[in-house]
């Protein structure tokens, strides 16, 4: 497509969309949720990871602060 034929599109109205889904029933409200859906997930997954990351650093915090604290004599 070059860019005559896509100037030619904006200026009529019709947005270029990508091809999300190639299914024929799709329409941009689909995609529309399919990107909501996939942020979402991409959230979760993230205070999923950031969770881990707080546990092991707290159990590990402990440790040092366990060795730190004790009396040698």
Known sequence: ?????VRGQRKS???LRLPFCL????????QALAEYVIIAGLLVASLGILTVFFVTFKEYG???????????P
């Open 1 to 5: 497509m070059n860019k005559e034929e």
């Open 13 to 15: 109205g019709r947005a």
């Open 23 to 30: 299914l024929p029933w799709h329409s941009s409200r689909s």
């Open 62 to 72: 402990s440790r040092v602060l366990a060795l730190v604290s004790s009396e040698y």
